[in-house]
Every structure is written in structure tokens, then in C-alpha cells.
């Protein structure tokens, strides 16, 4: 994508929130909450007469449309199969990842939870449940455009693009470059000592 691309993206902000949510025929009531969210930009949205949305807007240069567009069928996938996520919102024709200006955003329901209690053995039970129908149902169809989830993509490549772009104060650099090489080494062997195992959804 352009660098303008990343320009407006820097740039969004409440009206173009506002107007990419009322572009596909939702009437905002003026309630905007910003969310915490690790990568992209995520908002609730009030809606009039209605329950609040949750509005993802994606950052440009990380994931394409094709990779949205797996992680979006795959929520879809899991929600018919009754396992609980928060999918997608898809318009009368399927699509899930729109498009307003140079901005891309699905919008899903809003759900609230909770954390579960990692010393209660039924809340282990459960998430074992939960994670196993996850893996059963993501096992049966491979992803064809997301990166695989290794060492290499996932280790290696961002540390280099990390220091590539200066993201890191020069006399840091020496030590961070230090520790990751410690880090992904470390993780290597990891990998190593797993041995051969069967992925799903790489």
C-alpha cells in the first residue's frame, strides 16, 4: 500500500469512524468508545435504536484482503459450528471486510466476558473443550494466504524489519539485537525438541 495509505490511517478519527459505519446503512447515534487493541484501530460504535457495534479497522501493510478474508470465514465456520467467538457481521451478500476511502473495517456485535479462573479445574475443562473443537474444525481446511505461525516469519522477520526501520534508539540496538538472537535461538530449540507434529491452519 501507499504511504498515503498510512497517512490516513494515522489520521482516523472520530468522523471517518462515524462514516464508514453509516456507509453501510447503520444510523451512528454519536457514541464513540475506543477500545484497547494491539495492531489495528478498534471503536464502539452506538447505533440508533439499536445494540452498539464494534468497528475493526485494519492497519494497511500488515494483512492483505485475501489473509482478512481467511481469518473472516474461518470466525464464520467456527460460529456455525456453535463454538463460541465473536464473528464478523457479513452484508446480505456475504462480505465481511468493507472498504470506506482508504480504510478497510469489518464490524462485529458487541459481546461482553469475562476472564476465566485458570485455578478452577472446570474453567481448565472447558477451554480444553473449547480449544479442542477450535483445532478439530481448523484442521480441516488449511489457510493459503496467512503467513505460518514459525520461527522464521514470526521471529526472525520481525526482529530484522524491527531494526531495518529504526524503530529501536541507536545505542539500543546492539543489546536488542543480542537478546532477540538469544531469544529465537532458544525458541529453535524449542522446536526441536517438539519434533515433528501436525499443524493446522498454516
Partial sequence: MHTDTVLDYQ????????????????TCDGHLLVLNSFENRVYQVGIEDNQALIAKFYRPQR????????EH??????AADDIALIAPIPDPGGETLFQYGSYRFALFPRRGGRAPDLE????????????GRLHA??????YEHRPTLDVTTFGVE????????????KDLES????????????????????????????
Fill in 63 to 70: 494483512w492483505n484482503d485475501a489473509m482478512i478474508g481467511e
Fill in 120 to 131: 478452577n479445574p472446570e474453567h481448565q475443562r472447558q477451554l480444553g473443550r473449547f480449544l
Fill in 175 to 202: 543489546a536488542y539485537q543480542s537478546l532477540t538472537d538469544n531469544l529465537i535461538q532458544q525458541i529453535g530449540w524449542c522446536y526441536e525438541r517438539a519434533g515433528s507434529v501436525d499443524l493446522i491452519r498454516t
Fill in 73 to 78: 470465514t474461518f470466525a464464520l465456520e467456527l
Fill in 137 to 142: 474444525r481448523g484442521c480441516m481446511r488449511a
Fill in 11 to 26: 489520521n482516523l478519527g472520530p468522523d471517518e469512524v462515524l462514516a464508514a459505519v453509516e456507509s453501510r446503512g447503520y
Fill in 158 to 169: 520481525s526482529c530484522q524489519f524491527i531494526l531495518a526501520h529504526d524503530f529501536i534508539p
